[in-house]
């Protein structure tokens, strides 16, 4: 990118806080390419600005990028409508950094993701903004065209259901890669038992093939049910199949490659030491984020 090093270009400005931008899109979305799509309007929007003018140019970004992630999330909320089978959220080879943060990982994980979908658009923007990044309530007012008052409400009633859903607790790392070489081991190895000793009695198997990839249409609960659909998926693989640890939107997951090509990516909620969700994206639509690691940033 061209243009100056003065603070005052716009380039120089945007660039300064397009991961965090990316980050806000993303936890808004659940989508790699409706966040890009949503930093290109930004962009747009911002060449456009007198920075002579702009107090707080972080806020005034995180501003205009929230109000286009509303826009398509709404959108986005149309196409989910009609799109065939379960969706889960675009997952992210992430940077190691990002799993050291440890609140920013608890948030941008598949299980954290896919509570946030249970939110309105405007419930879901603030308790990102608040919860997330902590914008003052005045500049989350502004962000999303609601009152202090308003907004103060809304993030309770966002916080208070977000609470009820979440993961019940924080797992450390060691324990969630332990738990993932063991559940991977159980599969290699076609040790059924010890997979089921591994699941929660009602640990819920999403599958996302977008109706191009053949994947569970609906959640399957329950751990023989869902040990059986994981067993069975892997012996109608036409191919060599290859499975391989991940770090994926800051927690230890599974890449599945047949024959060498990226074929699934399969993330594992823990609670309490045993597998509560097992998260598995097939739709080739949704993994292009596998490809190089991305940066988030609060």
């Known amino acids: 990118m061209t243009g100056s090093t003065?603070?005052?270009?716009?380039?120089?400005?945007?660039?300064?806080?397009?991961?965090?931008?990316?980050t806000v899109a993303y936890e808004?979305?659940?989508?790699?390419?409706?966040?890009?799509?949503?930093?290109?309007?930004?962009?747009l929007k911002w060449v456009g600005v007198d920075l002579a003018t702009v107090q707080s140019p972080r806020a005034y970004l995180v501003r205009i990028t929230t109000r286009q992630a509303l826009q398509r999330l709404r959108t986005l909320g149309r196409r989910k409508e009609s799109y065939v089978g379960s969706w889960l959220p675009e997952p992210l080879?992430?940077?190691?950094?990002?799993?050291?943060?440890?609140?920013?990982?608890?948030?941008?994980?598949?299980?954290?993701l896919l509570v946030l979908e249970t939110l309105t658009p405007t419930e879901r923007a603030v308790f990102v903004l608040r919860e997330v990044f902590d914008l003052p309530y005045d500049e989350i007012a502004e962000a999303v065209g609601k009152s202090g008052a308003a907004v103060r409400q809304i993030a309770h009633r966002a916080r208070s259901h977000v609470a009820a859903r979440r993961p019940r607790e924080t797992v450390s790392?060691?324990?969630?890669?332990?738990t993932l070489a063991a559940f991977q081991r159980a599969i290699e190895t076609g040790?059924?038992?010890?997979?089921?000793d591994l699941l929660a009695p009602d640990v819920v198997l999403v599958g996302d093939g977008g109706g191009v990839k053949q994947a569970v249409l609906r959640p399957v609960v329950g751990a023989d049910k869902v040990g059986r659909v994981l067993f069975g998926g892997l012996d109608r693989v036409d191919g060599?199949?290859?499975?391989?640890?991940?770090?994926?939107?800051?927690?230890?997951?599974?890449?599945?490659?047949?024959d060498g090509e990226l074929d699934t990516v399969v993330a594992l909620r823990i609670d309490g030491g045993l597998v509560t969700g097992v998260y598995a994206v097939r739709n080739p639509a949704k993994l292009s984020g596998m490809a190089e690691e991305t940066t988030l940033r609060r």
């Open 6 to 22: 003065s603070a005052e270009d716009p380039t120089e400005v945007f660039v300064a806080h397009r991961n965090l931008l990316f």
């Open 28 to 43: 808004m979305l659940g989508s790699a390419a409706d966040a890009e799509d949503v930093l290109q309007e930004t962009w």
């Open 93 to 112: 080879l992430t940077t190691p950094d990002v799993a050291e943060d440890v609140e920013l990982a608890d948030h941008v994980s598949m299980a954290m």
């Open 173 to 178: 790392r060691a324990t969630a890669r332990d």
């Open 191 to 196: 040790d059924l038992q010890g997979l089921l």
């Open 240 to 258: 060599q199949a290859m499975l391989r640890p991940a770090q994926v939107n800051g927690h230890p997951a599974m890449v599945l490659s047949i």
